[in-house]
Antibody, heavy 119, light 112 residues
Framework: EVQLVESGGGLVQPGRSLKLSCAAS????????MAWVRQAPKKGLEWVAT????????YYPDSVKGRFTISRDNAKSSLYLQMNSLKSEDTATYYCARLELSLWYFDFWGPGTMVTVSS | QITLTQQAESLWISPGERVSITCRAS???????????LSWYQQRPGQTTKALIY???VRTDGVPTRFIGSGSGTEFTLSIEHVQPEDFAIYYCLQTLKSPWTFGGGTKLELK
């Protein structure tokens, strides 16, 4: 059974950093592109980052480019999101998602971890 | 960037009815391989987000046949026939044709 479990969320002050993790199980992690998607309270979904199987290629929207870094450790079946220079508008639940590469959709999602940016 | 518009924020329906949720893209989502890079997702409280449809019309594994994806170019529809109690949820469309990948604003199905 595919499982994705995020961790690392919490309350952080504006301008500070936070690193999220996603533990994957039930599939060969190194064979899949992975992504982060976020959802601000009572708002819709927003794609945040995608990483290739080897980690050599990463993709971001302008809203987080230069502040967020996605990475992975295939040996540990883990995905990460390093978030720097956090802003109040980064407050959201952050979901880890697996990308079905040949079909280009997110086929499995985690339950999410909440990040609150506030002083 | 490609904007996806889900006109209806909420739709009120009764169990057993048929409902259609629309998603309009600011440009065609058709790729040179002949496929549309539009997928649909369901969010229910307390559950992980679930993929329903990819390539505009293909159901993912295990999704009931009452969920039907259709459309082409810039206009797409997710239809649910004979809505069941468990279908009252929020539905999002997503385009993965061009970066940045973008979601529609979501449509909430509510009990009439």
């Amino acid at each position: 059974e595919v499982q994705l479990v995020e961790s690392g969320g919490g309350l952080v002050q504006p301008g500070r950093s936070l690193k999220l993790s996603c533990a994957a199980s039930g599939f060969t992690f190194s064979n899949y592109y992975m992504a982060w998607v976020r959802q601000a309270p009572k708002k819709g979904l927003e794609w945040v980052a995608t990483i290739s199987t080897s980690g050599s290629r990463t993709y971001y929207p302008d809203s987080v480019k230069g502040r967020f870094t996605i990475s992975r450790d295939n040996a540990k079946s883990s995905l990460y999101l390093q978030m720097n220079s956090l802003k109040s508008e980064d407050t959201a639940t952050y979901y880890c998602a697996r990308l079905e590469l040949s079909l280009w959709y997110f086929d499995f999602w985690g339950p999410g971890t909440m990040v609150t940016v506030s002083s | 960037q490609i904007t996806l518009t889900q006109q209806a924020e909420s739709l009120w329906i009764s169990p057993g009815e048929r409902v259609s949720i629309t998603c309009r893209a600011s440009q065609s989502l058709l790729y040179t391989d002949g496929k549309h890079y539009l997928s649909w997702y369901q969010q229910r409280p307390g559950q992980t987000t679930k993929a329903l449809i990819y390539h505009a019309s293909v159901r993912t594994d295990g999704v009931p046949t009452r969920f039907i994806g259709s459309g082409s170019g810039t206009e797409f529809t997710l239809s649910i026939e004979h809505v069941q109690p468990e279908d009252f949820a929020i539905y999002y469309c997503l385009q993965t044709l061009k970066s940045p990948w973008t979601f529609g604003g979501g449509t909430k199905l509510e009990l009439k």
